[in-house]
């Protein structure tokens, strides 16, 4: 029998308080291994935390007795995350998935009171003993859109609602304005940041905001399909993001990126039931199918649809780099000359936006 037991994000029950010791230290193997799993929105978003939630049903599927998994949706980033994850560390789960960029300090800090528990941080760059870290190459899902993107325009104006200025969503802007510009020189790219990652009245009036700025094709980094249902309603091309959105906008939505956390999650699940796991900082893409695309909507042309299935390839094959000289920041200063290249640290550190982008980074 699976068990699954969900924990509101009051946590009101009382904690009791147990250790689980690192892979190797004493596990009692007769009893299963508590996962929990900390979520920023909902698991009906539709989107970043449903696709996360997926990956946590998957361990269900797989492991069956040997797990119990725990989650807890929609917990603010901040302070109260620090109690959030404490409580679950408190009450004996071993491994502890948090699953969004400001989850990474109460992570590191609960970790620290906390040492014979295995953390997973997702998107963050805080490791220590008992704490990795793990994040898809969202870039290159990005950048195939952007190819799309550029040929299927007509007004050159792609909007994009974004959550925060944070490096995981500006580098991801950047992956997609390249890709555009590629095929489409004259092609731009409007970014509105609305401050949350789920807030689907936000979103709406994000998408709305930029369909009357002449947004022909909207783009976002947001964790709900309110951004693609305005574009269906308004006739415009979209793309989702997180998991495949078709169902929100069956006409518009050029494609979806799609998160598949289940490789990842089963790994590092069974890593810990081996007393394998070590502290490590992971970052994958499309070769090991962290990133997929949903089905192309049949309006792309083919020979858009030979091009993206090319340069995927590329990237499968370590054949293509995404951040190439010569490139140039919004402002139009030398970011790469030719032959340049930008390196993972350089990309996971990003902090500007690239010529083509029209909105700035807010101080």
């Keep these: 029998m699976k068990r699954r037991k969900f924990l509101k994000s009051t946590l009101a ?3 009791v308080v147990s250790t689980v010791g690192l892979p190797g230290l004493g596990m009692a193997a007769s009893e299963p291994l508590k996962v929990g799993f900390i979520y920023v929105g909902p698991t009906g978003d539709f989107g970043w935390t449903y696709q ?5 049903l998957a361990i269900e599927e797989q492991f069956g007795d040997k797990v119990e998994t725990t989650y807890v949706e929609s917990v603010p980033e901040g302070t109260d995350a620090d109690r959030v994850i404490r409580k679950l560390a408190a009450s004996g789960h071993g491994l502890i998935f948090t699953t969004s ?3 990474m300090d109460p992570t590191i800090r609960v970790a620290e009171q906390f040492p014979d528990t295995i953390f997973e941080h997702c998107t963050g760059y805080k490791l220590a003993d008992n704490v ?3 994040m898809p190459r969202f870039i290159e899902g990005r950048y195939l859109t ?3 993107g550029g040929n299927m325009t007509e007004s050159n104006i792609i909007g994009y609602v974004t959550p ?3 490096p995981e969503v500006i580098r991801g802007v950047n992956a997609f304005t390249v890709g555009l510009r590629k095929v489409n020189p004259d092609a731009r790219v409007k970014v509105v940041f609305v401050n949350t990652w789920f807030d689907p009245g936000k979103e709406r009036q994000a998408a709305e905001a930029l369909i009357n700025q002449g947004a022909d094709v909207l783009n976002k980094h947001t964790d709900s399909p309110a951004v693609i249902q305005v574009a269906e309603d308004h006739d415009v091309y979209s793309f989702g993001y997180d998991s495949d959105m ?4 069956p006409n518009t939505q050029l494609t979806s990126i799609i998160l598949n956390w289940e490789p ?3 790994k590092t699940v069974q890593q810990v039931l081996d007393g394998t796991w070590e502290s490590t900082s992971v970052w994958e893409g499309m070769d090991k199918e962290w990133i997929q695309l949903a089905p192309l909507l049949p309006d792309i042309p083919q020979d858009t649809v030979d091009l993206v299935e090319e340069q995927k390839q590329a990237i499968i094959d370590e054949e293509l780099t995404i951040f190439e000289g010569p490139l140039r920041n919004q402002d139009g200063d030398t970011v790469l000359a030719e032959g340049e290249a930008l390196s993972d640290e350089d990309i996971l550190n990003m902090n500007y936006f690239v010529e083509g982008v029209d909105g700035h980074i807010p101080g």
């Design 101 to 103: 960029f400001g989850f």
């Design 264 to 266: 990842y999650y089963l």
């Design 132 to 134: 990795g870290t793990y």
């Design 246 to 249: 078709r169902e929100f906008g």
């Design 13 to 15: 029950t009382s904690a």
């Design 146 to 148: 952007g190819l799309i």
């Design 52 to 56: 996360h939630d997926l990956g946590r």
């Design 164 to 166: 925060y200025p944070i």
